[in-house]
């Protein structure tokens, strides 16, 4: 029997069974594998019941023996070691074009890695981020392929199917560029989640604790936000959080214990923009608030001996809320602007050539961080594709001027009223560092030059020729050798 298989998806937890079902929904045949067998017969008998285009498969040899040539195998694994060991495992039985696919969480030097191992031995690879959680795998992701350019042909029209469509009907996934550029952009995605989610969290704190609002009166505020210029993916989950109650008729939100997960995506983008030099700051302390969340044994016995102020807010409420809500619109603008500071320094690193419009379209319906206000990122590189930072577009720069005065209000009353808002004031800082003619790096190259002769660059000299002072008067005029802005 001639081979039928479009696709062999290798993982049948839940976002690799419900992948299959989107794709075979297009119209594509694909073969189900799983290193555990039974789970393949689990999943032919159950949700893929009737479903003739799904094929399971007992073995990698036949999963193989059941794929159109060119061979495309999607790997839906856990990240790291695991999607090594399946690549020396279909290693020996593809051939020249064949084509592997790593959809999952992969660090982007892995993905660049493997490109170049499987190129050598006449493979293809393709590592592309894939978000939306369950839902998304299930009725169309947002899908961010990156790898060998060569691949992109093949998989281009299966992915595109398969993935979210915009409100207009344009498809969120397109090549996003080399090697680990796919799975680079997911990282900074899921990195803009961790802003996003801690900018909500203290907004959410802010309304409960300062101004003592009830989970049915926070549902309501959200759900106003919603209709506006916040409409976004993870504003209405959290509306719907709010009001949810348990079969007790308590709220499930006040229910759970205050200390948060998370698997690495947040933390290997902070660690990149610290090897970049980017000051993507947001990310940053939302990572940290979650680590700081984890302490919670040590906050419990802090919170006995810690004095701090009244929390409660005394002004007017209504305007608060307003003045809360604007304060989040204005810091999550900075969390995108960092985020995209980030690629486009990533992109002169490693040779990629990002298309930031694109990237915007690509996260505009089916991930987590999906946002009518994507929309607008898009335009503004629609615009001007050589943007260096969104703040400097017309229409950003309007919405954080209409926004300022009360993100100044809610970050000085929550440090009032000592209610942390770690992400909030973190964006302020950034935005007025940013808009800093001069800041006082000045006295840190004084200080660095005096204890460690580490030279300056003069603002009377060009820029290039570096200075050394004797400080004491002992010194000598001995200067470091090498000199890092």
Not at 242 to 250: I, P, R, S, T, Y
Not at 267 to 274: F, M, N, P, R, V
Not at 326 to 344: E, F, N, T, V
Request: proline share 4%; net charge negative.
């Amino acid at each position: 029997m001639e081979p039928q298989g479009d696709l062999a998806l290798i993982g049948l937890a839940v976002m690799g069974q419900n992948l299959i079902l989107n794709m075979n929904d297009k119209g594509y045949t694909i073969v189900a594998f799983n290193r555990s067998v039974e789970k393949v017969t689990a999943f032919k008998e159950g949700v893929a019941k009737d479903r003739d285009t799904i094929i399971g498969a007992e073995s990698i040899e036949d999963m193989i023996s059941k794929l159109k040539r060119p061979r495309k195998v999607m790997l839906l694994v856990k990240a790291g070691q695991a999607v090594d060991d399946f690549i020396e495992k279909l290693i020996p039985h593809l051939e020249k074009g064949d084509l592997i696919i790593d959809g999952g969480n992969s660090h982007f030097p892995d993905t660049i890695r493997r490109t170049r191992y499987l190129e050598e031995k006449g493979l293809l690879y393709i590592g592309t981020g894939v978000s939306g959680g369950e839902e998304g795998a299930r009725y169309g992701p947002s899908m961010m392929p990156g790898g060998n350019p060569e691949a992109w042909p093949l998989v281009k029209d299966l992915f595109q199917a398969t993935c979210a469509q915009t409100p207009g009907g344009e498809p969120c996934c397109d090549w996003v560029g080399e090697n680990g550029a796919g799975h680079y952009v997911k990282m900074v995605h899921n990195g803009i989640e961790y802003g996003d989610m801690q900018l909500i969290c203290e907004a959410y704190q802010l309304m409960k604790e300062a101004l003592g609002m009830s989970n049915e009166d926070m549902h309501a505020a959200l759900a106003e936000w919603n209709e506006g210029e916040l409409d976004s993916y993870l504003i209405e989950i959290t509306r719907d959080i709010l009001a949810k109650k348990d079969d007790n008729g308590e709220y499930v939100l006040d229910t759970i214990l205050d200390t948060a997960g998370q698997k690495g995506t947040g933390k290997w983008t902070g660690i990149s923009s610290l090897e970049l030099g980017v000051p993507v700051t947001l990310i940053g302390e939302a990572v940290f608030a979650r680590c700081l969340s984890a302490l919670k044994e040590e906050r419990v016995e802090a919170s006995k001996i810690l004095d701090g102020p009244d929390p409660n807010y005394a002004g007017d409420k209504k305007e608060f809320i307003e003045d809360i809500r604007r304060a989040l619109l204005a810091s999550k603008i900075i969390s995108y602007a960092q985020g995209y500071m980030l690629m486009r320094e990533a992109a002169k690193e490693y040779g990629w050539n990002l298309n930031y419009g694109g990237i915007a379209l690509m996260w505009r319906g089916g991930c987590i961080i999906r946002s009518a206000f994507l929309g607008k990122i898009k335009e503004a590189f629609d615009k001007n594709a050589n943007l260096n930072n969104l703040l400097l577009d017309e229409y950003f720069k309007k919405v954080i001027d209409g926004c300022q005065a009360s993100w100044r209000k809610v970050v000085a009353k929550a440090i009032e009223l000592g209610i942390p808002v770690p992400a909030f004031t973190t964006a302020l800082a950034f935005y007025d560092g940013y808009r800093s003619e001069r800041l006082p790096a000045n006295l840190l190259q004084a200080q660095r030059d005096y204890f460690g002769a580490h030279t300056y660059e003069r603002l009377d000299k060009p820029r290039g020729e570096f200075f050394h002072t004797n400080w004491t008067g002992t010194g000598g005029d001995v200067s470091a050798s090498t000199y890092v802005v």
